[in-house]
T-cell receptor, first 109, second 112 residues
Framework: AQRVTQPEKLLSVFKGAPVELKCNYS??????LFWYVQYSRQRLQLLLR??SRESIKGFTADLNKGETSFHLKKPFAQEEDSAMYYC???????????FGAGTILRVKS | NAGVTQTPKFQVLKTGQSMTLQCAQD?????MSWYRQDPGMGLRLIHY???????DQGEVPNGYNVSRSTTEDFPLRLLSAAPSQTSVYFC???????????FGQGTRLTVV
């Protein structure tokens, strides 16, 4: 079965501290993984996808197939990073997305 | 550029009432889908469509119907609203062969 697990409901860090949002998945085959972000009062938007291997707003995520993980990292958190973050995988035909429960990131000044 | 537009933004229904949540996209995307967002459960797929005239069930389809008569529109119908359907509903679209999904701003539905 396809599943995405985000173990932390809330992650609270101080500005300038490193951030790691955890994501583990189960999927038979080669998964395509994403991080979506939802800022306050805004729609859900794509932050990163593993195939592009790029850094967006200072965030990076590496797919580790051995550990079935896709953790999101940023070396220095900023207050504007405060948001809800969802890890998701694409379930193939029709681009059906399977989401984790989400992690609220709160960056304190 | 409107992208994915959902109406209404907020709705309160009484148990047993029916209603339709509207979703329209102007990007000529073939794939469209509906999700519900509940605390602690993330987003779960209700129904999806891979093109006009083609729809299929997702993870939580019970109590909902969809149709796709045009590429642009993908309405979600609640047949007989129940308190368990209180949620935030998101519509999304994707181009064929692409995996980035574009989301609407959501509809917050309360069933009393």
């Amino acid at each position: 079965a396809q599943r995405v697990t985000q173990p932390e409901k809330l992650l609270s860090v101080f500005k300038g501290a490193p951030v790691e949002l955890k994501c583990n998945y189960s999927y038979s085959g080669s998964p395509e993984l994403f991080w979506y972000v939802q800022y306050s009062r805004q729609r859900l938007q794509l932050l990163l996808r593993h195939i592009s291997r790029e850094s967006i707003k200072g965030f990076t995520a590496d797919l580790n197939k051995g550990e079935t993980s896709f953790h999101l990292k940023k070396p220095f958190a900023q207050e504007e990073d405060s948001a809800m973050y969802y890890c998701a995988l694409s379930g193939g035909y029709g681009n059906k997305l399977v989401f984790g429960a989400g992690t609220i990131l709160r960056v304190k000044s | 550029n409107a992208g994915v537009t959902q109406t209404p933004k907020f709705q309160v229904l009484k148990t047993g009432q029916s209603m339709t949540l509207q979703c329209a996209q102007d990007m000529n995307h073939e794939y469209m889908s509906w999700y519900r967002q509940d605390p602690g459960m993330g987003l779960r797929l209700i129904h999806y469509s891979v093109g006009a005239g083609i729809t299929d069930q997702g993870e939580v389809p019970n109590g909902y119907n969809v149709s796709r008569s045009t590429t642009e529109d993908f309405p979600l119908r609640l047949l007989s609203a129940a308190p368990s359907q209180t949620s935030v509903y998101f519509c999304a679209s994707s181009p064929t062969g692409e995996t980035e999904a574009f989301f609407g701003q959501g509809t917050r539905l309360t069933v009393v």
